[in-house]
């Protein structure tokens, strides 16, 4: 009895979203769902005290208010570190730097302007990862105004921060999923891959995984998506999406509903869904075709009717599900 094994699960609340954690149980005296929900809940309160702008206390916070006492915690310093490698890597179409202006056009926790080409163009200034440092661990702003926003990011990253400490306590085989980013170990019950449903791009399509598009099967990797069908508001006809082009200041036009990116680990996932978004559906297939740590799903509007077309990178057709009527997890 000592020896046994189950699979557990717990659900929760965090960043303004829920959770959904699997994982194996081994041995009667092992850690209950109850206690290890505890610890994850504890991991996440201290995960928002370093990377939430919604937390007026949290470090990033507390950066974008210019605090000289403020220092940055190992969380605060992966994101930034791994957001400049993004930034670089796809030529500033992802930028942390976008803040203000994802803020003024309604989609942060700042207050929404009456956008124009005024107020887009006073904002740009603030705008550019080339004009925010790290020195000495201390982040050093060309201009003062220059505001952070991980949003695009730090969700993702969460999910590894979860993962790690499944690790830690030698659990091998797990799967963490948090607001649709998720990443999987191992494997369930029997050595069967996890299965894992990826959302039809239906606007206001808001429960995720009641329209499924395809289920994956993955194993020892990362899952993120990112769409423009949840958060967008209209206004005299015109939709305007939450994927803000850092170099044009505007939300995105593009036929590219949601991009689904499969990586080692989640924070990479998180971080070029939204690249993806950003570029458009044209420029994300060449730049998803000439990396080999990335695998691709990228779902966009047909320029002739109302149906959804697809692209996937070479290698991402072995990942599909083939069996019909198969619920995700």
Not at 12 to 20: A, D, P, R, S
Not at 244 to 253: A, C, E, L, M, S
């Amino acid at each position: 009895m000592l020896g046994c094994s189950k699979y557990e699960a717990f659900d929760g609340f965090t960043q303004g979203t829920t959770y959904h954690i699997i994982y194996e149980r081994k041995g009667l005296f092992s850690t209950s769902p109850v206690k290890m929900k505890g610890e994850v809940d504890s991991i996440l309160a201290h995960f928002d005290l370093s990377l939430s702008a919604y937390e007026p206390n949290s470090i990033i916070s507390r950066i974008n208010r210019n605090d000289p006492q403020v220092v940055p915690d190992s969380d605060f310093l992966i994101v930034f570190n791994k957001s400049l490698e993004v930034f670089e890597d796809s030529e500033g179409a992802f930028d942390i730097t976008v803040g203000p202006l994802v803020n003024a056009w309604g989609f942060g926790p700042g207050r929404k302007k009456d956008m124009d080409s005024m107020i887009v163009d006073s904002l740009l200034q603030y705008v550019g990862m080339n004009k925010v440092k790290l020195i000495n661990n201390k982040i050093v702003k060309k201009i003062p105004e220059i505001k952070l926003d991980v949003n695009a990011i730090a969700q993702g990253y969460s999910v590894d921060v979860v993962s790690n400490f499944f690790k830690e306590k030698r659990i091998n085989n797990f799967l963490v999923e948090i607001g649709g980013e998720l990443r999987t170990n191992g494997t369930k019950k029997n050595g069967a891959l996890w299965k894992v449903g990826v959302d039809k791009p239906y606007d206001n399509n808001y429960i995720p995984g009641q329209n499924l598009q395809i289920i994956l099967k993955l194993k020892d990797c990362s899952l993120a998506t990112s769409g423009n069908y949840r958060k967008f508001f209209e206004k005299d006809g015109v939709k305007y999406s939450h994927s803000i082009n850092p170099k044009t200041g505007y939300p995105v036009k593009d036929s590219l509903l949601s991009a689904t990116i499969i990586a080692k680990d989640c924070i990479t996932a998180d971080a070029y869904a939204t690249t993806c978004m950003v570029m458009g559906l044209e420029k994300s297939k060449v730049f998803i075709s000439e990396r080999d740590d990335l695998e691709a799903y990228l779902i966009y509007s047909s320029e002739f009717n109302d149906s959804f077309v697809i692209w996937q990178s070479n290698n991402f057709e072995k990942l599909i599900w083939k069996e019909e009527n198969t619920q995700a997890f």
